[in-house]
């Protein structure tokens, strides 16, 4: 077996330079892909936040609406029909 061979398939010459181009760019889209997620996870977590805010906003509403259904006095049934 040759020793300045990679399991017999590439030389040893050519392997490191292509394994230096590649680590870099390997290094590099994992940060991209890191910034990313935590962007993503960010939106994510800014979207639940509006969402509560939205379901607490519309309950307030839904009372608001019972209340006033509450004050107001029952309208005659004559004035109904017409």
């Keep these: 077996m ?3 061979s990679f399991f017999g398939l590439f030389p040893v010459g050519f392997l490191i330079p292509i394994l230096a181009i590649f680590m870099p ?6 940060v991209f892909w890191h910034k990313a997620r935590e ?5 994510h977590k800014e979207m639940r936040m509006r969402e509560m805010e939205h379901q607490m906003k519309m309950k ?3 009372l608001e ?7 107001k006095p029952p309208e005659p ?6």
């Design 25 to 30: 760019v390997a290094i590099v889209g994992i």
């Design 65 to 71: 609406i019972e209340k006033a259904k509450a004050a």
């Design 2 to 4: 040759d020793h300045e």
């Design 39 to 43: 962007r993503e996870l960010e939106a």
């Design 60 to 62: 307030q509403l839904e």
């Design 77 to 82: 049934a004559s004035k109904a029909g017409a």
